[in-house]
């Protein structure tokens, strides 16, 4: 038997070998915090070697991650897991509770659902990304309840946000159990719950105060198929031919005093019909003028797919012969550099002056004689290279009014 670090909180969970070879388990307290702490219970659960387990449960919940760890310890055992709501299975309790390979809720047992919470201090981006871990988590605990009792996530997630609450009876009819255990005389009823937990954290303080919960719509009510009508009697047939007579005079528009058999009657329904096999022929449709037709001289059509291919191989041409021409441009003045016409250092200037104007700068640097700029640095030792003013000599001698 484990017991809790503080005096005041009640044996917090204990296994029980029983004589018939099975184990108990009971959880009788809230989950992580102060009361049943994930990992040392694991350790316990994993070290039995009993072939069935039965878990007996009542805690209001607490801390989710332990409450998963607890729930997947659990379905991971091989043994059969039975699990007994013996009071409470709230919150993370009830994800708890869903692990066993069967559910079974006691008599005035209750089980309730809700999104998982938390406390933030920080500014709005703390805030902001609390809630939607916050969602994650309820989307991971609403796929529990969907993976036991059917429907989607987003289903168990609205009843999660209203926080529902279910006795004994309607966690087995929302599929979250699978019986209520029969009542059982005083000497035999499973171990009473000794806590008195604060549910006022919640919405409502137990099912008592909670609405009923809604967890499936109405069965479609089946209407039963209509017993076969009895056959015709004899005066309905003839009624029924009396008025088949009348009908087909009335479109054929023989007169109602006109003396026909049935006979004389066919004859002429015959005929009608004779007349009728053959119709006109219909008025030829003008077949509309093609689109392309309509459209001006030069100019051609193209689809929507091929229209924006055409568009992004243009593209990719723009680029390519942009990368073409500074290539070419930085050829030029890296040769001009080498020719000794100006300096390393105007490279940058005279490239601006390329983009800008191509053809008038090559014509400037055609002019330019060679080797007037030393090809090796000029200075003191040591000290930085320096240009001896050319920079400030072309520019005054090949500047442009107007040009930067």
């Known amino acids: 038997m484990r017991k809790t670090p503080h005096a005041h909180t009640a044996d917090w969970y204990r296994i029980t070998n029983r004589a018939d070879g099975a184990t108990e388990v009971a959880i009788y307290d809230e989950i992580g915090w102060f009361g049943v702490g994930a990992s040392e219970f694991i350790n316990e659960v994993r070290n039995i070697s009993a072939s069935e387990i039965t878990v007996r449960l009542s805690s209001p919940g607490g801390d989710v991650f332990d409450g998963i760890a607890i729930h997947n310890a659990l379905r991971a055992h091989p043994a059969k897991v039975t699990v007994h709501v013996d009071g409470l299975a709230a919150s993370i309790a009830s994800v708890i509770a869903l692990a066993g390979d069967r559910v079974v809720m006691q008599p005035h047992s209750q089980m309730m659902i809700h999104d998982a919470s938390s406390m933030c201090y920080g500014q709005a981006a703390d805030m902001r990304e609390l809630a939607d871990r916050l969602d994650r988590q309820s989307d991971n605990i609403a796929g529990v309840y969907a993976e036991r009792a059917g429907g989607t996530v987003a289903e168990w997630r609205d009843r999660m946000r209203g926080e529902t609450w279910f006795t004994a009876d309607e966690a087995v009819a929302a599929g979250l159990a699978d019986e209520v255990a029969p009542r059982r005389n005083e000497e035999d009823s499973p171990p009473q719950v000794a806590n008195a937990w ?207």
């Open 198 to 404: 604060d549910l006022s954290r919640f919405r409502y303080a137990g099912r008592s105060a909670a609405p009923a919960p809604v967890v499936a719509m109405a069965a479609t009510a089946q209407t039963p198929p209509a017993e076969p009508a009895a056959g015709p009697t004899e005066t309905q047939e003839e009624d029924s031919m009396s008025t088949l007579s009348e009908g087909l005079r009335e479109r054929l528009g023989i007169g109602a005093d006109a003396e026909l058999d049935d006979d004389a009657l066919l004859d002429a329904l015959d005929q009608a019909l004779t007349e009728r096999a053959d119709p006109p022929a219909p008025e030829p449709v003008e077949t509309p003028e093609p689109v392309a037709a309509r459209l001006p001289e030069g100019t051609v059509l193209v689809d929507a797919e091929r229209l924006a291919q055409l568009e992004a191989q243009a593209a990719e041409g723009v680029a390519a012969r942009a990368q073409q021409r500074a290539e070419a441009r930085d050829r030029a003045l890296d040769n001009a550099i080498a020719k000794g016409k100006f300096p390393p250092s105007r490279k940058a200037h005279y490239a601006a002056a390329w983009d800008a104007d191509p053809e008038g700068t090559q014509q400037l640097l055609a002019s330019l004689a060679e080797g007037i700029v030393p090809l090796a640095d000029v200075g003191q030792p040591g000290g930085e290279p320096t240009d001896n003013g050319f920079d400030a000599e072309v520019d005054r001698l090949f500047s442009t009014p107007g040009r930067s």
